[in-house]
């Protein structure tokens, strides 16, 4: 049977299905039944209608509809670069792009320039076209239109920079639109700059006690003085304030002071001594002691009898058995063995003694013993393996620990003799 012609179509006589007559590009129709192409109306200005189409569609953002009877959208119809339309149905010219964006072709709003550039003209299509933020200027933000304020205190702006560049540690920034690092004002002596130094935020400080800073200093810290001066001003500018009054002094004897000291550290211990100007103290000398703190001149000599190790109060003691003439000795094998023949009886002993006529010794001795019976040690020096060689001489008698003796009347003695033999009646 016969079927009323559909919407976006019309159908004259002979119309053999009801979209073989569809409305053509930029005409439609709402309703059936139309006949001919006098029943599709022309698509407004604002719209756009494609083949067949039962309505006007709203011309998009990013698209102007100028004109009636615009059919399927092409790039005639797209906003052109440097423009944009963020509106439905859009049927005049596309808006300029503003300043501080970019505008793509067929845009449906504005992209702003990124941080560290801006843009003063408008109309720009593509990010390329905004500008890099020109020296000694920043853009912070999206969508600059200038490189708003000059860079501030105490920082330099690079062309292009988003955020402001600190001036370099022993630096400081003194006046605003700073471009470079080589702008930056180098340190006065007597003080300090950190990153970023400037006069309103961050101002210049003043070397610490104990320190000097030179020009370009970086930190109150950076240099201090050296070991052996102090100083308990602030703001010294050369090692020399370290060192003379009335900003520093040279360490007094008996006292040391390290480097950066503001006053003398401490005094010298005992077993050390600080002569004027100590970094820190001085450990006493093998060979010799000292029992005093507060020293200020080098320490004792080692005495007789004993030696001194490095850094010691006192000496130690020779054992007995041993002896030490010498002063100033530092070790344990300069106490010498008692030599045979002599007695070393107690320790700390500072020479030998004798052991006498009639007695005798090994080395290394405590005590003398007396002289075997039948031999004789008629020196004050006599060994043990000198007695063992000198028998009593014939003639005479030897009793323990006794010299030779005179053979009596009446006896007779032959040689290694220790008691003297009657002659036979």
Known sequence: ???????????????????????????????????????????????????????????????????????????????????????????????????????????????????????????????????????GGTCKVYGSTSSSGGCPKGYYCPEGTQVPVPCPAGTYGASTGLSAASQCTQCPAGKACDGGTNDVTNPQKKCAVGHYCPLGSKSIT????????????????????????????????????????????????????????????????????????????ACDSCPKGYYCLEGVTEGTACPAGTYNNALGQALFTNCLACTAGYKCPTVASEDRTECGIGYYSKASALTCLPCFAGYSCSTATT???????????????????????????????????????PCKP
């Open 222 to 297: 950076e240099t201090p003085c050296p070991g052996g001066y102090y100083s308990a001003s602030v703001g010294n500018s050369a090692q020399t304030d370290c060192q003379n009054s009335p900003t520093g002094a040279q360490c007094p004897g008996g006292y040391y002071c390290p480097p950066g000291s503001e006053y003398p550290a401490g005094a010298c211990n005992v077993a050390t001594y600080c002569p004027a100007g100590t970094p820190y103290p001085i450990k006493c000398a093998a060979g010799t002691y000292s029992d005093q703190s507060k020293r200020s001149t």
């Open 1 to 135: 049977g016969l079927q009323a012609c559909i919407k976006g179509h019309y159908c004259p006589t002979g119309t053999k299905y009801g979209t073989q007559f569809p409305c053509p590009e930029g005409y439609y129709r709402t309703s059936t039944g139309g006949t001919s192409t006098g029943s599709c109306s022309q698509c407004t200005a604002g719209y756009f209608c494609p083949m067949g189409a039962s309505q006007q569609y709203s011309c998009p953002p990013g698209y102007t509809c100028a004109s009636a009877g615009i059919g399927t959208l092409s790039t005639k119809e797209m906003c052109p670069e440097g423009t944009y339309s963020d509106a439905v149905g859009h049927s005049t010219t596309c808006t300029p792009c503003p300043n501080g964006a970019y505008c793509p072709r067929s845009s449906v709003q504005p992209y702003l320039c990124p941080p560290g550039t801006f843009d003063n003209a408008g109309n720009k299509a593509t990010v390329y076209e905004c500008q890099p933020c020109t020296g």
């Open 383 to 421: 060994s043990y393996t000198t007695m063992k060689s000198t028998k009593c001489p014939a003639g005479s008698w030897c009793e323990a620990g006794k010299g030779p003796v005179p053979c009596p009347k009446g006896h007779y003695c032959p040689l290694g003799t220790f008691f003297p033999v």
